[in-house]
């Protein structure tokens, strides 16, 4: 077995453990694999390995690698990075959920490309669950403004809440965070807003998964624990 192999039934295995432990299905927990600065062939092993979904951040990287990698049936890529408003005519229509939409105007140019392209595009709500000035997302009240307008848009799913809290170096540091995004989704589902269904929440990375499964990570996003540390 790989490296890339091993690291994928390690975490696969983690997560099962983590959900089977907060007495949740194991399949409700999906693992977004984050292939950034990661080279098409080692991506490619991780898919081998079992890796359903691809996440990425950058547009132009993940365009190259899924053109090197071609279609794989069964893979799916999804982006979460900071979305650049003169890209998201691009990132529109080529990746099955946007993780990172931070502003109403963003959701709506989504909503008129997708309905160009008659595919509706399904998207998650970041929120600045850590409410840090140099990251992006909404604070709770403003989306709790947001979500009536962006139920009427046809084309654009808002599907659940995405955050990237401050890092700590102890996980259990992080719970807060994550309930914090937890609790804000329950509250807003209980408004029952026409046309929001927030059933993802895309939250915990390589350092903090089992954490985020545990207060009801739907998503989580792991890049180091399968590739091994980034250059930067
Ligand atoms: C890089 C990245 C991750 C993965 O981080 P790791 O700590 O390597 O697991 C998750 N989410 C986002 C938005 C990222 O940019």
């Known amino acids: 077995m790989t490296d890339i192999a091993a690291n994928v039934q390690f975490v696969l295995q983690t997560i099962r453990d983590a959900a089977l432990q907060a007495g949740r299905d194991p399949q409700s927990v999906k693992l977004v694999g984050v292939t950034k600065y990661v080279e098409a062939e080692r991506v490619r092993e991780a898919i081998l390995a079992g890796i359903h979904i691809c996440g990425e951040n950058r547009l132009q990287e993940a365009q190259t690698k899924m053109e090197t990698i071609g279609k794989c049936p069964g893979v799916a890529w999804h982006f979460i990075g900071r979305l650049q408003r003169r890209k998201l005519k691009s990132i529109v229509g080529q990746f099955a959920v946007?993780?990172?939409?931070?502003s109403l105007e963003q959701a709506k140019e989504i909503h008129r490309r997708a309905e160009e392209l008659q595919q509706p595009?399904?998207?998650?709500l970041q929120v600045n669950v850590g409410n840090e000035a140099t990251k992006g997302g909404f604070s709770?009240?403003?989306l709790l403004e947001v979500l009536?307008?962006?139920g009427k848009f046809s084309h654009a799913n808002v599907c659940g809440l995405?955050?990237?809290p401050p890092r700590r170096e102890e996980p259990e540091a992080m719970r807060p965070y994550?309930?914090?995004l937890k609790t804000l989704a329950d509250d807003a589902q209980a408004l029952n807003i026409s046309g929001i269904e927030l059933r993802e929440?895309?939250?915990g990375m390589s350092n903090d998964y089992a954490v985020a499964i545990q207060e009801g990570a739907?998503?989580?996003r792991i890049g180091s624990a399968l590739f091994g540390d980034r250059p930067l």
Not at 98 to 102: A, F, G, L, Q
């Open 162 to 164: 995405m955050a990237i």
């Open 98 to 102: 946007i993780h990172s939409v931070d």
């Open 178 to 180: 994550f309930r914090r």
């Open 121 to 124: 595009q399904s998207i998650l």
């Open 201 to 203: 929440l895309s939250m």
């Open 218 to 220: 739907t998503m989580v």
């Open 148 to 150: 009536p307008v962006m």
């Open 140 to 142: 709770p009240s403003q």
